[in-house]
Structure formats: C-alpha cells, structure tokens
C-alpha cells in the first residue's frame, strides 16, 4: 500500500502558483520524498525529491516540513502542460517505489 | 537522445494467446522494471531486475514471465494464466550507485488489449 496521503484532485488557474500537498506521517529518517508526474496515455516523469532540505529545480520546488511528515510540491507558474496525475512517493533503500493513485490536477485557462 | 523505448504504443490479441511487450533503454542502467497500471489507478509492480541475468519478482507477478539477457533489454511475457491482462503496460530503468540512485526513467508504454 501507498505510504502517502494526496487530495485526489485539484484545480488551478494558468499562470498561477500551485501547492500540492502531500502526508507522509509514516516516514522514516532515511526516506526519500519523491514526487513525479504522468500526463495522459504517457510514462511517469520524474519531477523532484529531496530528503530533508527544500529543494528547487528547473520544473518545480519541494517544500519539507521540519518534522517530515508532510511536503507540498510547487508549480511555480502553472501551464495548461502542467495538467497531470502527480504522485508522492517515499522511498528507503528498497527497490520499489509504490504509486498510490496521486492528485490529478486540473489547469484553467 | 538517451531513453527507455517500448513497442508497440498499442496491442490487441486474442484471449488466451501469450504476448511479448518490448522495453529497451540506452541510457546503460543496471535495474529495469515492469508496472502495471489500470484505469484511474496508480501503478503496481509486476517484476524487476538488477542486473543481467537476475530478476525478482513484483507485488503482482502471476501470469507473467520475464527475462534479462542483456543489459539494454527487459521484455515482459503475458501468458494466458493472467486473468485479466487488459491493461497499460510501462517500462522503467534505474542508474544503480548514482547520486540519484532512486530516480526511475519510465518509457512511454504500451496498453494492452486482450479481445
């Protein structure tokens, strides 16, 4: 089973900031947060993670609470290509990454 | 360009036939994965591999087999034991020992449907 928890949906205007929020509350010390992305009929795409820090990279933010139990993925700017299922994922050193069913969000124009 | 291809984009056979799916990355990753996915689902882990020759299997690994003689290549077998194999079939690859060891590269997949 998925060791996240994620709004099953979420809208956003264009051009907007998005914050997809994303619990975690079973975490342990060494797990990565991991989120990706799958648009439509298409592969995963990886998007971020980060351990302990807030990270930032050229498609989004990742913001971790001091405690890690939760963390919120920011989309800077959303765009209509932003509109894709995102999935939270923690990962220790097993091989498996586990997808729960995500956050599908929708941009506006 | 580096990337993890899987043919074909679509497939259709007959029940009870078994069907090979394609997945071949040239990005030199030492694991591979196979994934299922059903509609409005997530995605669940049918088998995967570390390394040539080696290979475990997933959560829902009955009814299908796989092999890895080559590094670059991880075709998965439905056979006709799997009860209900209409689904979408994706592909994934991982750098072991990288700093971002964890991060999987998923192809395009293919959806599978059995008539």
């Known amino acids: 089973d998925a060791k996240t928890t994620q709004p099953n949906s979420m809208e956003s205007n264009e051009e907007e900031p998005v914050h997809l929020p994303c619990n975690h509350s079973?975490?342990?010390?060494?797990?990565?947060i991991h989120w990706y992305r799958q648009l439509p009929s298409q592969g995963p795409e990886y998007v971020i993670h980060?351990?302990?820090s807030n990270v930032n990279n050229r498609m989004a933010s990742l913001a971790i609470a001091e405690d890690r139990k939760s963390s919120t993925l920011i989309l800077h700017r959303a765009t209509l290509r932003d509109a894709a299922v995102y999935y939270c994922?923690?990962?220790?050193?097993?091989?498996?990454?586990?997808f729960g069913k995500g956050t599908k969000l929708t941009v506006n124009p | 360009d580096g990337g993890i291809t899987q043919s074909p984009k679509y497939l259709f056979r007959k029940e009870g036939q078994n069907v090979t799916l394609s997945c071949e990355q040239n990005?030199?990753?030492?694991?591979m994965y196979w994934y299922r996915q059903d509609p409005g689902q997530g995605l669940r882990l049918i088998y995967y591999?570390?390394?040539?020759?080696?290979?475990q299997k997933g959560d829902i690994a009955e009814g299908y087999s796989v092999s890895r003689e080559k590094k670059e290549s991880f075709p998965l077998t439905v056979t006709s034991a799997q009860k209900n194999p209409t689904a979408f079939y994706l592909c994934?690859?991982?750098?072991?020992?990288?700093?971002?060891?964890?991060?999987?590269?998923f192809g395009p997949g293919t959806r599978l449907t059995v008539l």
């Open positions: 994934a690859s991982r750098e072991a020992g990288a700093m971002d060891a964890d991060t999987q590269y």
């Open positions: 079973t975490i342990s010390g060494t797990d990565y």
């Open positions: 980060g351990l302990t």
């Open positions: 994922i923690t990962q220790g050193g097993s091989e498996k990454l586990v």
């Open positions: 990005l030199n990753h030492d694991a």
């Open positions: 591999s570390q390394i040539v020759n080696d290979f």
